[in-house]
């Protein structure tokens, strides 16, 4: 069964941290990419980060320099580290996983395997 499930979201105040963590089961995370995507309520998703099997990593500028995407191999699990945060951070974040090249972080990259979301609010 593929699946993936997100945690680590939550209520912080502007300037405060967050790590979000996206534990992959089956063949999920074998995948050769994983990203990060968010939603805030009125917009369109948007790409945040995305990692390849080689440990290449992208970010979207609005994050590049607050936020650290990683992944633990033993424990099936992806991370996105956030600090710096804005209450434009306040959004659903998604974790989603595909076999893609290029692995990227885009509005229209068609990941097929998608997490339920975890609530991040920045006030």
């Known amino acids: 069964h593929v699946q993936l499930v997100e945690s680590g979201g939550g209520s912080v105040q502007t300037g405060g941290s967050l790590r979000l963590s996206c534990e992959g089961s089956?063949?999920?995370?074998?995948?050769?990419?994983m990203a990060w995507f968010r939603q805030a309520p009125g917009k369109e998703r948007e790409g945040v980060a995305s990692?390849?099997?080689?440990?290449?990593?992208t970010y979207a500028d609005s994050v590049k320099d607050r936020f650290t995407i990683s992944k633990d191999n033993d424990k099936n699990t992806m991370y996105l580290q956030m600090n710096g945060l804005k209450p434009e951070d306040t959004a659903m974040y998604y974790c989603?996983?595909?076999?893609?090249?290029?692995?990227?972080?885009?509005?229209?990259?068609?990941?097929?395997?998608w997490g339920q979301g975890t609530q991040v609010t920045v006030s």
């Open positions: 990692i390849d099997e080689a440990g290449k990593i």
């Open positions: 989603a996983a595909d076999n893609l090249l290029p692995c990227e972080a885009q509005t229209d990259t068609p990941f097929s395997v």
């Open positions: 089956g063949r999920t995370y074998n995948r050769n990419c």
